[in-house]
Structures are given as structure tokens and as C-alpha cells.
């Protein structure tokens, strides 16, 4: 995370010179891109920003995005478009603090790629002072730049005053001092320095490991200098199991044949007879063992021990040919990824970009991936130290790159396919559905509809007028009002005796009950119809708007369908036209790696034909020896080995 915290606007605070000022989410779009990148998923919120940027959906954020796909270039090992993207926008507007941490993000990345010189080139463009930590790095890593570059005497003058809190960081740089030192010569300046780091105090793997190295290089640079004793105090101080024991084996032996003591150099040498025969100085042991019995004067021993030898060469030469066979027929890469992707590095749930289960994306590729496991196997062996360096790691990385774009351009043709079925279902649906549309189009529905809303609205007006209470009475009072009514005509035929005149007064009385009734709710109905006549004049609007809309979308529903399927043709060709390039990529990127490792093991199949003829002239020069030694004659001297550098 914090490699890409200088290009995390939403999550920067005001008080910190080292980020960006907060930033409040005001587009949608940009909320879904921060929700992506928060979660680790890098190629997701690059692929989206890009999308959202192409549409212009960013207006409020548009420098956030900006920067914040410069700082995702980097992240997926795009070094050239993040640098690009700083350059353009890391300008005086921003805090002077994000554009050096940019800058020595970059610089880092560029270092660990092993672009050494573009990696000062940004060191160099940070300006004023850091956080302490973050000033110490850039430090220790533009020296280190340096020192690449072979320039040993600016980078020892920057070490001098470098200036540290954590250990290892210290003895880094203590360690990186102290060797550029000794490759200016100035080998008493170099030893209290690589003394220091030797004899500190660790318990860590890797601060036990830098001791070592400290100790080999002040005993290598003392064998150099012809102090072959100080050279083996400082080389019995490197551990007899860690990762520069059988160098410092090899010279620890050579410090003892320097002062002539072969006897003493044997044991060593011997210690290295018995380690694995992959490593160079296990090779180069197996010529100073019988060497040193030929100074001791035990020809026999030294004959046995130089058939060994080249034995052991030839066999280890069969393998680099088997090697070197298995790379041309182009399945070491894939064999290395097979088992990479079953390491417990990958997670369980894998670390596809495309499963929303796996790992996050930093973990997954672009510069923060490296190798974790190789196929255990003869062949496999003699490639750890090329499989180990930043060329090929960047090179595998890169490798597995385009493999996981092949991967994601593969769904992504398929998605476009389900483009297609969905664009075929829906002129389908449109098919079927056409002749209903036309029917109800040319049906006058809505015109009717119309009349008989105009025909209540008259009505409803005339009852107003007239007051006219029983046409708005509620079904109980209209049967009332209708028996009344019926009574009341009834009454009229008959005679006018003082028996019906009783029954005409009680009619009136009811009657008038029942107008007063309807005439005291007459107000509230009025009131209560013109609402649903206006509801219904709302009902008639919405069925007017979408009767209108239908009549305009029924002849540009097939062509807008036509246009979605010429967009997704576009984009199958263009990712035919990706996925294209990316084998073409894949291919050139697989034979560099193989050319790499190729011409790897051939400089090692080199150093042992080398051993092979030295192994193969002094065993001839014993025999010589012994058949001038049977005739009497004077035999000719035994050339050393090479020391070590």
C-alpha cells in the first residue's frame, strides 16, 4: 500500500506534507474506482479509470484520476506511462512531499528492474528533504545506483554520511560502503567499516546473512592484498551453513595455500568435496584438492582425486546439455509458472484477477511478484542463480504478465459473445412483440379514452351547475332517492283523500331528509370527483407520453440494436486484434528468457570445460611425471589453479 499511497487522494489528511489533500468522492464513477483500488485489485481500478476517463464521467476529479492512474502504471509495472504521467502532473500544484515519494517510487522500481541509470535519473529529481525514512532509503538506493554504475567514489562519499534508524538498513548501507571502498583500493578505510557489519549482533536470517557477506568480502579483499591471515580471521567468522559458506570455504582454503600451508588449505577444500557439485565453488574445489596434495607430495591421492574430477565434470556437463535441450523445446516457462501458481504464495482461492476470492493484484503481478518455487530436478538446478537474478525475474514477471492478459482477453472475448446472444434475444423479443405495438397503435384506444374522459368532465361540469345532489349520492341513497321518487308518482295517481294526504305529508318529510343528507355531503363528492377526474388526466398524460415515445422508439429500436452489435463486432476485432499481439508478445518474450538462461548455462558449460582441461593437463602432467620419474629425467612443474578474485 504504501507504494501507491502518493497516489491516494481519498485517503490523504491536510496535516501530512507527505500526501495529498483529502478529497471528498462527488462522482459516482470515482467512487467505483477507489472501491476497487482499496480493495488491492489494481487492473480492475486501471481498466475502470480508463473506461470512466474515456467517457468523461470524472469532471470533479479529473487530476485525482490522473494521478491516480500514474501511480496503478506503476503498481502493474508500467514504468514508462507512470513516469510519463508524473512528469505531466507532478507540477508545483502538488505537495511537495507526494511528488518525491513518487518520484522515489518510481526510482525504486526502475532500480529493482535494473534500469540503474533511469532509476538515478529520478532519485535525482526529489527535491528537499524527506520524512527520515524516507530520505534514508533514497539515500542508500541512489548508491547502490551508483555503485551499479561503477561510480565507487560517489557512492562511498554519500554512504559516508548516510544516516539510518532502522539496523538493517544500516548495515545495508555500511556493507554497500565498505565495498566501494575496496573497489577504490583504499582497503584500510574499507576494513573497519565491513568489521563493523561483520561482527554485529543478529539473529535474523538476513542480518546473518549480510554478516557473512561483510566477512567474505573483507577476507576475499585481504587475499587480494596478500594478507593471507587476516584474510582467514575474517573468513572463519562467515557461518559453515549459509549462502556464501562454500565461497568463503574456497577462500579460506586459498588463504592457507598462500602462506604455503597445503596441508591446512585441505581441510577446507575437502569440507567442499562433500557439498553439492551445482555449486562453482564446489567445481573449483575439486581441482585445488588434488592440487594440493601434488605440493604435498602424494601424487596417487591427487590422480584419484582428479578422475573425480573430471567425472564429475562430465557428468555435470551432460546435464547442462539436457538443460540447455529442455529450455529450446520450450517448456521450462510453463513448468515454472505450473508450479508457482500451486505455491502457498498463490492463496488458496488462487490469485486470478478475475476471481473475486484470490489475493490482490499487487500480489499477484507486475513488479511486486517474483518467483517462489522451481522444478526440483537435475536440470532445474544448475538455473537457480540465473532463475534468482533481477533479469530474469523481471523477464518471468513480465512472462506471467501477458499470460494473465491472455487469460483476461479470453473472458472478455467470451463476454462479448454473450454481447451477441443478448443483441439476437432482443431483436427476437422485438420481432415478437412488433405486430402487438402496431396493433395498438393504430387501435384509437387512447383517443377514446380521451372522449370519455371530455364526456365525465361535461357531466361532472352540469351537475355543478344545476346542484344537482342525488347524481353524486352514494348507492344506498340513490336507491332511496329512486323509491322516493317512484312512491311520489305513485301518490300523484291516486285520489286526494285525507288517508293519502297523510301519506303525501310523510312522503315530503322523507324526502326532504334524504335532499338535506345529499345536499350536506354534495361539497365533499364534488370535491372528491374532480380529484379523480385530475388523476385521471395525470393517467391520461403518462399513457399520452408513452404512447408518443413507443411511436418514436418503434423506428429507432432496430437501429439502435444495430448499433450495440456494431459496437461489440468492434470490440471482438479489437480484441482479436490483442490477442494477437500478446502471442507475439508471449513468444519473443519466452525465447529472451530461454536466450538468457541459454547463454547462462553455456558460460557455465564454458568455466567447466576450462576446469576440464585443467583437470585433464595436470593429470597428464603426473602421468609425464612418473614415466620421467621410472626414466630418471627431470619432470615438468604442475601449474596452480586460479586463486578466486
Not at 489528511?13 to 474506482?33: K, Q, S
Not at 594478507?227 to 592457507?256: I, K, T
Not at 500480489?363 to 532445474?380: C, E, I, N, T
Not at 370535491?527 to 403518462?542: C, H, N, Q, V, Y
Amino acid at each position: 500500500m504504501a507504494l501507491l499511497a502518493c497516489a491516494a487522494p481519498a485517503a490523504a489528511r491536510l496535516h501530512d506534507p507527505e500526501a495529498l489533500p483529502e478529497v471528498h468522492v462527488r462522482d459516482l464513477p470515482y467512487g467505483d474506482v477507489l472501491f476497487y483500488y482499496y480493495q488491492g485489485k489494481d487492473f480492475e481500478a486501471a481498466t475502470r479509470l480508463l473506461a470512466y476517463e474515456h467517457w468523461q464521467a470524472l469532471p470533479h476529479h479529473e487530476a485525482d484520476a490522473r494521478l491516480l492512474l500514474g501511480g496503478l502504471y506503476l503498481s502493474l509495472g508500467m514504468y514508462d506511462r507512470a513516469e510519463r504521467r508524473f512528469e505531466a502532473l507532478l507540477t508545483d500544484d502538488v505537495p511537495t512531499g507526494v511528488r518525491n515519494r513518487a518520484w522515489l517510487f518510481l526510482g525504486q522500481a526502475l532500480y529493482a528492474r535494473g534500469q540503474y541509470r533511469d532509476a538515478e535519473r529520478d532519485l535525482t529529481r526529489i527535491s528537499g528533504p524527506m520524512s527520515s525514512g524516507l530520505e534514508a532509503r533514497k539515500e542508500l538506493l541512489l548508491a547502490s545506483a551508483w555503485m551499479r554504475e561503477g561510480h565507487f567514489g560517489r557512492a562511498a562519499r554519500l554512504l559516508r554520511s548516510w544516516r539510518g534508524s532502522q539496523q538493517g538498513w544500516t548495515a545495508y548501507a555500511r556493507l554497500n560502503l565498505g565495498i566501494a571502498l575496496v573497489r577504490q583500493g583504499r582497503l584500510a578505510e574499507a576494513v573497519p567499516v565491513l568489521s563493523s557489519v561483520g561482527t554485529l549482533y543478529a539473529l535474523a536470517p538476513e542480518m546473518l546473512a549480510l554478516k557473512d557477506r561483510a566477512n567474505l568480502a573483507l577476507g576475499l579483499a585481504y587475499l587480494k592484498a596478500r594478507h593471507p591471515q587476516l584474510a582467514r580471521e575474517a573468513l572463519d567468522r562467515v557461518r559453515l551453513e549459509g549462502p556464501f559458506s562454500n565461497e568463503a570455504l574456497l577462500a579460506a582454503g586459498w588463504a592457507e595455500a598462500a602462506g604455503g600451508n597445503y596441508r591446512a588449505a585441505l581441510t577446507p577444500w575437502l569440507a567442499l568435496h562433500g557439498r553439492s557439485a551445482l555449486d562453482p565453488a564446489v567445481q573449483e574445489a575439486e581441482l585445488t584438492v588434488p592440487y594440493a596434495f601434488v605440493e604435498l607430495k602424494a601424487p596417487a591421492q591427487a590422480v584419484r582425486y582428479y578422475r573425480t574430477a573430471l567425472t564429475s565434470y562430465s557428468q555435470a556437463s551432460t546435464q547442462i546439455d539436457r538443460a540447455i535441450a529442455r529450455i529450446r523445446a520450450g517448456g521450462l516457462l510453463s513448468q515454472l509458472l505450473a508450479r508457482e501458481a500451486d505455491s502457498p504464495a498463490s492463496g488458496r482461492a488462487g490469485n486470478d484477477p478475475l476471481d473475486d476470492d484470490a489475493l490482490p493484484d499487487r500480489l499477484g503481478y507486475g513488479w511486486f511478484w517474483h518467483l517462489g518455487k522451481v522444478p526440483d530436478d537435475a536440470q532445474s538446478r544448475y538455473l537457480y542463480t540465473v532463475f534468482a537474478g533481477p533479469d530474469f525475474q523481471q523477464g518471468l514477471s513480465n512472462y506471467r504478465d501477458l499470460k494473465l492478459m491472455e487469460r483476461m482477453l479470453g473472458q472478455w472475448s467470451t463476454t462479448m459473445g454473450a454481447f451477441q446472444e443478448m443483441i439476437a434475444a432482443r431483436r427476437s423479443a422485438y420481432a415478437q412483440r412488433l405486430p402487438k405495438v402496431e396493433a395498438l397503435l393504430g387501435s384509437g384506444d387512447l383517443a377514446r379514452l380521451r372522449q370519455r374522459r371530455a364526456a365525465l368532465a361535461d357531466r361532472l361540469q352540469r351537475v355543478a351547475q344545476a346542484e344537482d345532489v342525488a347524481a353524486l349520492a352514494s348507492a344506498r341513497e340513490s336507491g332511496q332517492w329512486t323509491l322516493v321518487q317512484r312512491v311520489q308518482a305513485q301518490l300523484a295517481r291516486d285520489p286526494d283523500t285525507p288517508q293519502y294526504a297523510k301519506l303525501r305529508a310523510r312522503l315530503a318529510m322523507v324526502r326532504g331528509v334524504l335532499l338535506y343528507r345529499m345536499n350536506q355531503r354534495f361539497a365533499a363528492r364534488m370535491w372528491r370527483e374532480r380529484k379523480r377526474l385530475r388523476s385521471i388526466d395525470g393517467a391520461l398524460g403518462e399513457a399520452q407520453s408513452r404512447w408518443t415515445q413507443l411511436q418514436a422508439e418503434r423506428g429507432t429500436m432496430r437501429q439502435q440494436t444495430g448499433d450495440f452489435a456494431v459496437r461489440v463486432s468492434a470490440l471482438q476485432q479489437r480484441i482479436g486484434a490483442l490477442q494477437a499481439r500478446l502471442t507475439a508478445a508471449d513468444a519473443a518474450q519466452s525465447q529472451a528468457l530461454a536466450t538468457l538462461a541459454i547463454h547462462a548455462l553455456e558460460q557455465r558449460k564454458k568455466r567447466l570445460q576450462g576446469y576440464q582441461v585443467q583437470a585433464q593437463f595436470a593429470l597428464a602432467t603426473l602421468y609425464d611425471q612418473a614415466a620421467h620419474a621410472a626414466g630418471g629425467a627431470a619432470p615438468p612443474p604442475l601449474a596452480a589453479p586460479a586463486v578466486p578474485p
